[in-house]
């Protein structure tokens, strides 16, 4: 059982160039998500998606584009990276608690990509 | 405008002791909150929630206080093993917010020293 997994795991990029991630989950979760870590901050929402053929806004969606073509899979891009997106990026996927807590939302993580631009 | 609030970076406690983890929000709305923990070269993952209609959740040896009054919620782990050195993540949402957000702590590092 894989679970979410992220490709690739390094990347080193120069300014302007761009680079795809690749998210991929086997839980048939409705929900993903790419969130960003820095130092000192919490994760960040980028992009996010509420099921195949949708994609929505976070907190910090410039610089960066989602789709989300098929169930499983959630591709994060970058088109012209820059100094300021050197970060470590995770994908998540989640499924929505039923019953007494319906709407809670617990979100299972890939292992990261990190990613450096020049 | 951080809406969770980690305020200690980093902790560091004696095996066997007791580990208090603390959280605070501003936001009034928040309704249900989780504890994630994450490991170096992993991603975070899932270890205890509480939702706003209770002030205590139990799950082995940790367990999740909540004091709506103050916003504040804190994880205890009894007793604190090795194991559990890593970064530790609060993260809150409003079940009433159709975009299922979560709004997340900027995390503390606990060291558990042998």
């Known amino acids: 059982n894989a679970g979410v997994t992220q490709t690739p795991k390094f990347r080193v990029l120069k300014t302007g160039q761009s680079m795809t991630l690749l998210c991929a989950q086997d839980m048939n979760h409705e929900y993903m998500y790419w969130y960003r870590q820095d130092p000192g901050m919490g994760l960040r929402l980028i992009h996010y998606?509420?099921?195949?053929?949708?994609?929505a806004k976070g907190e910090v969606p410039d610089g960066y584009n989602v789709s989300r073509l098929k169930k499983q899979n959630f591709l994060l891009g970058l088109e012209s990276a820059a100094p300021s997106q050197t970060s470590v990026y995770f994908c998540?996927?989640?499924?929505?608690?039923?019953?007494?807590?319906?709407?809670?939302?617990?979100?299972?993580f890939g292992a990261g990509s990190r990613l450096t631009v020049l | 405008d951080q809406q969770v609030k980690q305020n200690s970076p980093s902790l560091s406690v004696q095996e066997g002791r007791i580990s208090i983890l603390n959280c605070d929000y501003t936001?009034?709305?928040?309704?249900?909150f989780l504890w994630y923990k994450k490991y170096p070269a992993e991603g975070p993952t899932f270890l205890i929630s509480i939702s706003s209609i209770k002030d205590k959740n139990e799950d082995g040896r940790f367990t999740v206080f909540l004091n709506k009054s103050a916003k504040h919620l804190s994880l205890h782990i009894v007793p604190s093993q090795p194991g559990d050195s890593a970064v530790y993540f609060c993260a809150a949402s409003a079940l009433g917010d159709s975009n299922y957000q979560l709004i997340w702590g900027a995390g503390t590092k606990l060291i558990i020293k042998p």
């Open positions: 998606s509420v099921g195949e053929g949708t994609t």
């Open positions: 998540a996927s989640s499924y929505l608690l039923e019953g007494a807590f319906a709407g809670a939302n617990v979100l299972t």
């Open positions: 936001n009034s709305m928040f309704d249900y």
